[in-house]
Structures are given as structure tokens and as C-alpha cells.
């Protein structure tokens, strides 16, 4: 039987995904921190290495996120 995540780590990965992709509208990908991902999402610093090693491993996340989205609404 597959294990759910716990809805608050979901939760959290959610607002740091969210914040991401909004601080990308407007800044580089090159001149965003981790500190200013944490701000944007009103997550601690602490908590997003709970999750994430760095900003690189976050935007993997994400892609993979995408790419499982795609695949899903190709095969339905």
C-alpha cells in the first residue's frame, strides 16, 4: 500500500513551488536565493532544507511535477 505524504509537507513543497515560479516572472533564475524562495513563500530557511538541498533540487521537483502532468493528461 502507498504511503501518503503528510498534507503539511505537501503543503509546504506547494508555496515554495508557487513562490519559484512567481519570483521567475520577474527575476532570473541565476539571481534568485533560496532566501528570497523562503520570503515569498513565508517558509523558514531551516524548513525549505528540510525539504530541498537547493534551489536546483526545488526546480527539479517542479519539472518533474510538470512532466508527471503531461504524461498523466496524454495517457487519460
Known sequence: MEEKEDLRVVRTKKMLCEALTSLLETTSYEKINVIDICEKAMVHRATFYNHFNDKEMLLDYMLYGFEEELFN????
Do not use: G
Open 73 to 76: 493528461s496524454a495517457i487519460n
